[in-house]
């Protein structure tokens, strides 16, 4: 797939470097490791795929329901900048749960990597995401918005704006919303971050 050199004023480095700051400021280790991860990618020369290596068609952005960033509360200022970015992005309805995600970081997303995911994924208003679990750690968070997570199969949990959720690999784990949307910045690491034992539980 063609390839073109990126310089750093390109929205690209300029969404490394937000998200980056926005998880740098977490004490999880899964935020740390992806904090290290994205520290090395904006150490080297950085390239772009002009096409994501997704078969399917990008949805209408205009579609999307992005909620808007309503506290001044943790890392308010980098959510806000994130939020602005992200509705900038080429998005994808997934396969799986039929929510909007746009990649950044990935096997397959127009900056590659083999061993680390990051992107934007949003439940939309009144949705179940059931019960499933995969190899990679996994962390969500919360831009915008509010939802429930669950793990390992004990009660939903709410998280709202600026709130980090750790998954643990092959945890179990759902996600839910009520009467608005949350939209996350998540991140995959750890040995395998392919979908190929991704399954659901329920």
Request: net charge negative; aromatic share 10%.
């Amino acid at each position: 797939m063609p390839q073109t050199q990126i310089d750093q004023a390109s929205k690209w480095v300029e969404i490394l470097h937000w998200c980056q700051k926005l998880l740098s400021q977490y004490d999880s280790e899964r935020a740390k490791v992806s904090t290290q991860l994205l520290e090395s990618i904006l150490g080297s020369p950085i390239k772009v795929n002009s096409a994501e290596a997704i078969s399917q068609d990008p949805i209408l952005t205009e579609s999307i329901d992005f909620p808007l960033v309503q506290s001044s509360g943790f890392a308010a200022s980098e959510r806000e900048r994130l939020l602005s970015v992200a509705t900038e992005l080429t998005w994808f309805l997934s396969s799986r749960s039929h929510c909007p995600y746009a990649q950044v970081v990935g096997p397959e997303a127009p900056i590659r990597h083999t061993a680390f995911r990051l992107g934007f994924f949003i439940l939309p208003p009144g949705t179940h995401y059931a019960n499933h679990l995969h190899v990679a750690e996994e962390i969500y968070v919360l831009i915008s918005g509010s939802g429930s997570w669950s793990l390992d199969n004990a009660k939903f949990q709410r998280y709202g704006e600026g709130d980090l959720v750790d998954v643990a690999s092959m945890v179990p784990h759902a996600l839910q919303t009520e009467e608005s949307a949350v939209l996350t910045l998540y991140t995959w690491t750890g040995h395998d971050v392919s979908f190929d034992k991704y399954r659901y539980c329920d």
